[in-house]
């Protein structure tokens, strides 16, 4: 494997392992603050440590004109319509419910890729992410393979999952002509204006009369840093190299990383059942990249040049 094949797919595997955690994250953030507190004090953190580190490094873009709009609508999907999905969500249903339904975008995204972009969907990558899934199930539902959850949960968090495709779709259009450090800083700060005003009419009050909770705000802190900086920027990176459906093959990890972290950290336990859940996504992730390497490479020299022009 090539050096730049190994940092696209540890970029791609380190967005999954740290939003992986933001499930985690977010039931701890909720014992001291609301939904929408918890985002937009994450977004605003994230936004302001991303923008330092841009500026510090000589590296932070204004967009052009003509791309403001494609920046509003990126913004609009992820975070706004993303967060607002997830994190009701997760008031309903619990943290593995919601990792299975994220594990959901890698079957639609390549609907998606293919009909804006045309990027190549094969049979194998289908098997892999159909094979993969399976293994998800296993680990998140019990022996009966019994779904209880509550549809108004599911339903929220299903929203996350258009939003997230929709972005990715976005996304694409931004990476060849911005570096990753201000698509993030960006898409951060539109997102705070986003929520300001949901946040100052639904929230603030009750953010205002609450003590301050040590224990809550450093999970946001955490939220801020590691889910809304560092896996975003991986997953820029995974983009960039990859490709939106390779990409996103790896958010198949996703339940896979919260069930374990679920045993660390919540102490919970984890069956044969889940074990072999776990080999079998990790066998279909394998699947989904396999590929025959000379078209392979002609197909991504003509997708690396697009993005670079300019």
């Known amino acids: 494997m090539k050096n730049k094949d190994f940092l696209a797919y540890a970029s791609a595997l380190g967005a999954a392992f740290f939003w992986s955690f933001s499930f985690i994250w977010f039931k701890i953030a909720y014992l001291g603050y609301d939904p929408i507190t918890v985002v937009i004090f994450r977004l605003a953190i994230s936004a302001l440590l991303i923008s330092v580190i841009a500026w510090s490094l000589k590296r932070f873009q204004l967009p052009a ?15 706004f319509l993303y967060f607002i999905g997830e994190s009701y969500g997760l008031m309903y249903i619990s943290s593995t419910v919601a990792a299975v ?14 009909f804006f972009y045309r990027e190549q969907v094969r049979w194998m ?11 998800v199930g296993l680990v998140v539902l019990n022996g009966s393979f019994r779904f209880d959850a509550s549809p108004l949960g599911v339903g929220l968090e299903s929203m996350a999952v258009l939003a997230a495709i929709s972005y990715s779709i976005v996304l694409r259009n931004l990476v060849g002509r911005y570096n990753t450090l201000s698509i993030i800083a960006w898409q951060n700060i539109i997102g705070v204006v986003m929520f300001l005003p949901v946040w100052l009419g639904i929230e603030f009050h009750e953010f205002t009369s609450k003590p301050f909770h040590p224990q809550a705000f450093r999970a946001i802190v955490f939220l801020a840093v590691f889910a809304s900086t560092l896996g975003f920027v991986f997953f820029t990176q995974a983009i960039r190299s990859l490709g939106v459906n390779r990409s996103n093959t790896f958010i198949n990890l996703i339940p896979v990383f919260v069930a374990i972290l679920s045993v660390i950290i919540l102490k919970d336990s984890l069956g044969i059942q889940q074990i072999i859940g776990i080999l079998i996504v990790v066998s279909g992730l394998f699947l989904a990249q396999l590929r025959k390497r000379r078209k392979a490479d002609a197909f991504e020299a003509i997708e690396v040049s697009t993005q670079r022009k300019g």
């Open 65 to 79: 004109k003509k791309d403001i709009w494609l920046f509003v609508l990126m913004s609009f999907f992820e975070p």
């Open 101 to 114: 339904i994220v594990a959901t975008i890698p079957l639609f995204s390549p609907i998606a890729a293919w």
């Open 125 to 135: 990558n289908v098997a892999g992410l159909l094979f993969s899934f399976v293994g």
